[in-house]
């Protein structure tokens, strides 16, 4: 049965006292001590030197005669959710019943516009702190800031208050930071400030998504250890960059604001700006972005091991990837060997897979693009993954699995109209020696002697059905309509055995 939550009020002064040194004893890991709103204790066992307190009915009154406990057993990190307490004594004093150098971070929940008077100064005073984060709408004022030199991770999630510059000047002056989140808006706010933190490998910051007062997307060259980021809401050229996020060498970016129909193209311009030359590319993934017809040269995809390209289109037209823009990109890209192309095709394979596509590609998706048909070639040779979900196929292509001899995975789920026939699965089992999963759709009618036929011809292989029972209720007839006379008589021939 659930633990019982246990009435904090009820509980005397010697007994909190010994709760509370439990739960702050040490341990490997840093012990983390939460207050929160409400008028119970929980203890969360997946949470090791963790409690949650309310911070109502004059509890942290009750909490602040035993904090010395914190300090004596170098409790190491602290959140708070300020809520209303009796007596006029509330979070400010809290904090400065601290240890103000043992304590190592500090998180506060606020959903107020600023804090209570008097916990800025109350902050302001444990130096020891190494992390600070404020998550709702307050947010620390520029003189906290400076006088917490050791911070090195600091978060504010909300409002900036009325001085953004201050407080972006009093952030550029913490040297030692090396994460910083400032997941709000800055406006006109200059940034400048903040390009002096040499030693920051991780940075989120949004400006503003008006045009007037966004700034410029900042010169990332001048962090030199800089590893990690999330930006958005600058001004790039002629437009305003949505977020752009960069992580172990992977680059996600989407070139259309949230609920504008307007899509502004790649240019080398912005991944120059956004990947200076020590940070590596090996996966680009662009979503609602436009591809020029005739795509510039750009040095970053040379590297490119991974490209995804998601509703993407013709650059500032609503017709899908032109066969130019594709083949544009695809020739500067060399050693790529993975390819996802999702919902940019408009219903037909690209003619420059022939040509363009690089001998070391191993994993192809085209899923969601409304193909009907799929030519065969060369460039299926190779591939060990091909993903075909999501389109409106109603039969393989002719000998399709003589065309893919080295698959280890085929999706073929999300198409209403497919039949998987008997012939597929003999053709699968000759010529797709390597085939270990096949995922299907309910929907795609697999007849239950066809599924046998997979099963028994390859026991090991992992037969997949995205939903539904996999025994369809499809007709488990011989053959449909299009199979040829061989495979016709084939099917007759099983049916036979199966009867027998």
């Not at 700006?273 to 972005?289: V, Y």
């Amino acid at each position: 049965m659930p633990p019982k939550q246990l009435s904090i009020g009820d509980l005397p002064d010697a007994v909190l006292s010994l709760i509370l040194r439990a739960l702050v004893a040490p341990a490997d890991d840093q012990p983390c001590f939460t207050l929160l709103g409400g008028s119970w204790l929980e203890a969360q066992p997946f949470s090791r030197q963790a409690a949650w307190l309310a911070a109502s009915h004059n509890l942290l009154r009750r909490v602040g005669r035993h904090v010395e406990a914190f300090a004596a057993y170098e409790c190491s990190s602290l959140e708070v959710l300020p809520a209303g307490v009796a007596g006029g004594w509330g979070l400010q004093h809290f904090l400065h019943l601290l240890s103000p150098v043992k304590l190592t971070a500090l998180t506060i929940q606020s959903a107020r516009q600023s804090l209570p008077a008097g916990a800025a100064e109350a902050i302001a005073r444990l130096t020891g702190l190494t992390a600070l984060h404020f998550g709702g709408a307050a947010s620390p004022g520029a003189d906290t800031l400076r006088a917490l030199t050791r911070l090195a991770r600091l978060g504010i999630n909300g409002g900036p208050g009325t001085d953004r510059s201050a407080l972006l000047s009093a952030v550029g002056g913490l040297r030692s930071l090396s994460w910083l989140n400032l997941n709000t808006n800055l406006r006109d706010a200059s940034v400048a400030p903040l390009l002096g933190l040499a030693r920051l490998r991780h940075l989120t910051m949004f400006g503003s998504l008006r045009f007037d007062m966004a700034q410029p997307l900042p010169d990332l060259s001048a962090l030199p250890l800089l590893e990690t980021y999330e930006l958005g809401g600058f001004h790039f050229e002629d437009h305003i960059m949505s977020p752009a996020e960069y992580q172990a060498g992977a680059l996600r970016l989407s070139s259309s604001q949230s609920g504008s129909s307007e899509r502004h193209p790649l240019r080398p311009a912005l991944l120059r700006a956004l990947l200076p030359h020590r940070l590596p590319l090996t996966r680009l993934i662009l979503s609602s972005c436009g591809l020029e017809h005739t795509a510039q040269a750009c040095s970053q995809l040379s590297s490119l091991a991974a490209l995804e390209l998601c509703d993407c289109f013709t650059s500032k037209e609503t017709r899908p990837v032109s066969d130019g823009a594709l083949s544009g990109v695809l020739r500067q890209a060399p050693h790529l060997t993975e390819l996802v192309i999702e919902g940019s095709l408009g219903g037909e394979v690209p003619e420059c897979f022939e040509a363009d596509l690089p001998d070391c590609l191993r994993r192809l998706s085209l899923r969601g693009n409304e193909l009907q048909e799929m030519p065969g070639g060369w460039w299926l040779r190779d591939l060990v993954e091909l993903d075909l979900g999501g389109n409106c196929f109603s039969r393989l292509p002719p000998h399709f699995f003589l065309s893919t001899p080295r698959l280890t995975r085929l999706a073929l789920d999300d198409n209403p109209d497919l039949v998987f026939t008997l012939a597929d699965a003999r053709e699968l089992l000759e010529s797709a020696a390597a085939l270990a999963e096949l995922q299907l759709g309910a929907e795609s009618l697999l007849a239950p002697r066809v599924r046998d036929a997979l099963l028994q011809g390859r026991p090991g292989l992992r037969l997949q059905l995205t939903w539904g029972d996999t025994e369809s209720e499809g007709t488990t007839s011989s053959c449909s309509d299009g199979e040829d006379e061989g495979s016709k008589e084939e099917a007759g021939q099983s049916s036979e055995e199966e009867a027998g």
